[in-house]
């Protein structure tokens, strides 16, 4: 009878022990405390972020639709297929600048990597595009018409975007880096292939810089807003440039550096390069028709009751 009592207690005992101890068992393995943990470690930017982004986007897709019935008029007549080939295709960049930047949030959104991935390789490659025309038609002794300079342009250009596009997939979709997200900053690969592409396009901004200088000057179009261009350009592939080397070895200032120059270009490339090499066109076409009025009204005598 002891015995019998002795084991009753014990198998009490334990019965009190494996209560006490199975909640907080039950606790730590809520699903919904780790749904929580995996989104805390994406990191949004925020509201203001999006807006500084958003912003200067929109705004300079509504400064286009509002000149676009002008703009195209003035490009039927000019017969330029070089201006309205790249009309279409800032038109093209400016509506995938203006997702890119308003769909910011697909990065912490969980069942949209593969969205934003699609939309960030569409949205650089059109912009990079535009950028490697924009030099290709500078460097061209006339880059205001003619289909041949068109067409040999753009398939250099688009062997080269092709090559970036077919090596961003494959690192992308094939081996999974994170290239075009701001979480897992430190992955070694992604800032790798960030310091190769900025430092090619350091390399091509400085060259043609200095060539300015050499004896092969007189070779490049008398432009000032083309050197300001390249000016612009080559400071901006250097600060990005030195914003990977500094991230690729841990540095959080060099991820704060690069994602600025990265707000930068997505916010103020666009309607630089529209004031490079399209607002100038548009100018001179209207300086023409009116040249074209005036000498009409003096041909008719408009401008007789002046000279008396």
């Not at 639709?65 to 490009?75: G, S, T, Y």
């Not at 007549?77 to 309205?84: D, E, P, Q, T």
């Not at 400016?94 to 697909?106: D, H, I, R, T």
């Amino acid at each position: 009878m002891p015995i019998n009592l002795e084991a009753i207690v014990n198998v009490t005992a334990n019965a009190t022990n494996i209560s006490v101890v199975l909640p907080p068992t039950l606790e730590i393995s809520s699903p919904t405390k780790i749904g929580d943990e995996d989104e805390s470690n994406r990191q949004c930017h925020g509201v203001l972020y999006d807006v500084v982004l958003v912003v200067p986007a929109v705004l300079f897709v509504v400064y286009l639709a509002v000149h676009a019935k002008k703009n195209l008029r003035k490009l039927c007549n000019g017969s330029s297929y070089i201006m309205i080939a790249y009309y279409a295709l800032l038109w093209l960049a400016c509506l995938l600048n203006l997702a890119w930047c308003s769909l910011q949030a697909w990065q912490c959104s969980p069942g949209k990597e593969v969205a934003w991935n699609i939309l960030s390789l569409f949205t650089t490659s059109a912009m990079l595009y535009l950028e490697i025309c924009l030099v290709g038609f500078l460097l061209q002794e006339s880059y205001s018409s003619g289909l041949e300079t068109l067409s040999r342009t753009s398939i250099i250009s688009g062997i080269i975007v092709g090559v970036d596009v077919l090596l961003k997939v494959i690192f992308v979709f094939g081996f999974g880096f994170p290239l075009f997200f701001d979480i897992e900053s430190t992955h070694q690969m992604k800032w790798g292939l960030w310091i190769i592409q900025n430092l090619l396009l350091t390399a091509v901004y400085g060259f043609i810089l200095f060539v300015h200088f050499p004896k092969w000057r007189e070779k490049l179009p008398s432009r000032p807003a083309f050197y300001h261009y390249i000016i612009v350009m080559f400071a901006v592939s250097a600060v990005a440039l030195s914003g990977c080397l500094l991230a690729g070895i841990g540095a959080a200032f060099g991820i704060w550096l690069y994602n600025l120059t990265v707000v930068c270009y997505h916010t103020l490339y666009l309607p630089f390069l529209f004031v490079t090499f399209l607002a100038d066109f548009f100018q001179e076409e209207d300086f023409l028709l009116d040249s074209a009025y005036y000498s009409e009204m003096k041909d008719a005598g408009f401008f007789d009751a002046d000279w008396e």
